[in-house]
């Protein structure tokens, strides 16, 4: 299981009870809160803070982030948070999730499709 500072999103040992990059205590937060903390960073106007969040919502393998993940993806026109997306998708797995990035063979963006390929070609 890897840890996550739920204030500043860095990776954090599991036994700490303050982080040691921004030092908020870390009991103040629960898991649930984080996932829905992340799924709302993905409307984040900074796009290093929405890789962060998708990046990490795939760690979690979290379900919840399927739909609005989707729903970012068809938004944006930034291939690299598309890619991240994908990538978070893939790990979370579910096959809704995996049916999506099938659809994405096909997309216009060659960054997306390479990254498509790649990862239906892992499900194989
Ligand atoms: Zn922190």
């Known amino acids: 299981m890897i840890y996550f500072c739920q204030n500043c999103f ?3 040992p599991c036994d700490t009870a303050v982080c040691p990059f921004c ?7 629960d898991a649930h809160n984080f996932e829905h903390k992340l799924i709302h ?3 984040h106007p900074i796009p290093e803070t929405v890789n962060i969040a998708i990046t990490i919502l795939g760690k979690l393998k979290s ?3 399927v739909k609005p993940l989707k729903e970012l993806f068809n938004k944006t026109y930034d291939p690299y948070i598309q890619k991240a997306i994908l990538d978070t998708l893939f790990q979370i797995g579910t096959p809704q999730s995996l049916r999506f990035i099938k659809k994405m063979l096909v997309h216009e963006s060659i960054i997306v499709r390479k990254e498509a390929e790649m990862l239906v070609k892992r499900t194989q």
């Open 10 to 12: 860095k990776e954090i």
């Open 23 to 29: 030092g908020v205590d870390i009991s103040m937060y």
């Open 63 to 65: 379900k919840k982030a």
């Open 41 to 43: 960073a993905l409307q």
